[in-house]
T-cell receptor
Framework: DAMVIQNPRYQVTQFGKPVTLSCSQTLNHNVMYWYQQKSSQAPKLLFH???????NEADTPDNFQSRRPNTSFCFLDIRSPGLGDAAMYLC???????????????FGPGTRLTVL | DAKTTQPNSMESNEEEPVHLPCNHS???????IHWYRQLPSQGPEYVIH???SNVNNRMASLAIAEDRKSSTLILHRATLRDAAVYYC?????????????FGSGTQLTVLP
């Protein structure tokens, strides 16, 4: 089945220690998104890629970076995690609006990040 | 950003219809109305979308007001598996992608 896969499902890191979360997709979608979801809150968009074009949300901290080496993979790098970065990180994909005006997004199961 | 307003929580009895309301008074002409839901410990999943006309799919129906400033998601027969947070979202075109700005959502509880 075509899907969005996130690894690992649970990640523990130490305060200030860089961490990378990964996302892969078999849907061949142009667009990949990263969201942050803190406890009891709605998902918040951090950034997205359309192919290799990176689009950062204005209020995304510089501590968060992303890489997309190819269509299938996208990484979220947190350079110096703080306690406030503990959250669920969700990856999603969609077709671009030229192919799909609605842009239905397909989400992965998320990676829950704990910062000690 | 165009925003949506939803009740924080709603309850329904199993096997009964559920109407989940959403206000989006600042909607613009090209904004699609999306509904997603998030089951516990899972990523959000698409439920339905619409632009101007009412829509039906296997999961739900979407009723859109004539002025498009509000909409209602209808689950025809709620099951225990429908217990989730339901998000009403305006899909904003951001260049080549459709950007979703999630509001606080409605926590639906389904009672047996």
């Amino acid at each position: 089945d075509a899907m969005v896969i996130q690894n690992p499902r649970y990640q523990v890191t130490q305060f200030g220690k860089p961490v990378t979360l990964s996302c892969s997709q078999t849907l061949n979608h142009n667009v990949m998104y990263w969201y942050q979801q803190k406890s009891s809150q709605a998902p918040k968009l951090l950034f997205h890629y359309y192919d290799k074009d990176f689009n950062n949300e204005a209020d995304t901290p510089d501590n968060f970076q992303s890489r997309r080496p190819n269509t299938s993979f996208c990484f979220l790098d947190i350079r110096s995690p703080g306690l406030g970065d503990a959250a669920m990180y969700l990856c999603a994909t969609s077709r671009g609006v030229r192919d799909s005006p609605v842009g239905e997004q397909f989400f992965g199961p998320g990676t829950r990040l704990t910062v000690l | 950003d165009a925003k949506t307003t939803q009740p924080n929580s709603m309850e329904s009895n199993e096997e009964e219809p559920v109407h989940l309301p959403c206000n989006h008074s600042t909607i613009s002409g090209t904004d699609y109305i999306h509904w997603y839901r998030q089951l516990p410990s899972q990523g959000p999943e698409y439920v339905i979308h619409g632009l101007t006309s009412n829509v039906n799919n296997r999961m739900a129906s979407l009723a859109i007001a004539e002025d498009r400033k509000s909409s209602t998601l209808i689950l025809h027969r709620a099951t225990l598996r429908d217990a989730a947070v339901y998000y009403c979202i305006l899909g904003i075109s951001s260049g080549s992608a459709r950007q979703l700005t999630f509001g606080s959502g409605t926590q639906l509880t389904v009672l047996p």
